[in-house]
C-alpha cells in the first residue's frame, strides 16, 4: 500500500493591500484563477486528496476554498511560515493516506527537496513558485511510518503553465 502527498504553495498573493498583518494578506487575482486550475490538474491526473492540511494564514486559506476539493480541511497555524521539521511532524499525524498540504516558502520548497529521494525534471522545483504542487509517493501503509527522502516525485506542476502564461 502507498501513502500520497499532495504538497501545494499557497497561489499568488497580493501585497497592495492595507492588511493588518502578513498574516491577513489575501491571493491576488492570478492567484484566484490560479487555485482552481491546480484543483482541474490534480483532477485530471486522478491525484485529488482524502484530505487537507492547511496553514492558517489568509492566502493559504483561500488557496484551499477555490479548490473547492470537496474533502475535510484542517486549518493550523503550524503550518504558517513552517520549516521542514514541523511540516514532517504535521504530515506524520495525518489520518488518511492521500494528504495534501498547503503552506509558504521558504519552508515548503525545503520539504519538498527533503522529502523526495530524486526531485521532479521540472526548471522550477527548486525555487518552488506560488501555486507549484507536487504529487509524491511513499511506500507506506500510514503517515507515522514515513522517512526523509522517502518519497518517490510522480508529478510537479506550476500555475503559469495550466494556465499558459
Given amino acids: 500500500m502507498t501513502c500520497t502527498l499532495i504538497l501545494t504553495r499557497h497561489a499568488k498573493s497580493a501585497w497592495d493591500t492595507n492588511v493588518p498583518s502578513d498574516h491577513a494578506r489575501p491571493l491576488n487575482k492570478r492567484g484566484r484563477r490560479s487555485a482552481p486550475a491546480i ?14 492540511i492547511c496553514s492558517s494564514a489568509q492566502r493559504a486559506r483561500e488557496t484551499c476554498e477555490l479548490m473547492e476539493l470537496g474533502v ?3 486549518f493550523t497555524e503550524r503550518l504558517y511560515h513552517a520549516n521542514s521539521e514541523i511540516m514532517f511532524k504535521v504530515l506524520s499525524e495525518a ?8 503552506g509558504h516558502n521558504p519552508g515548503i520548497a525545503a520539504f519538498a527537496h527533503s522529502i523526495v529521494s530524486c526531485p521532479p525534471d ?13 504529487v509524491a509517493e511513499f511506500a507506506i501503509d500510514r503517515w ?20 499558459g502564461e
Avoid: C, N
Fill in 39 to 52: 484543483a482541474a490538474w490534480l483532477r485530471d491526473i486522478g491525484g485529488l486528496p482524502d484530505q487537507v
Fill in 72 to 74: 475535510p480541511a484542517t
Fill in 95 to 102: 489520518g488518511q493516506q492521500r494528504v495534501m498540504l498547503i
Fill in 122 to 134: 521540472h526548471s522550477r522545483f527548486d525555487d518552488y513558485p506560488t501555486g507549484a504542487t507536487l
Fill in 144 to 163: 507515522k511510518d514515513l522517512g526523509w527522502s522517502s518519497g518517490k516525485a510522480i508529478d510537479f506542476a506550476v500555475p503559469r503553465e495550466l494556465l
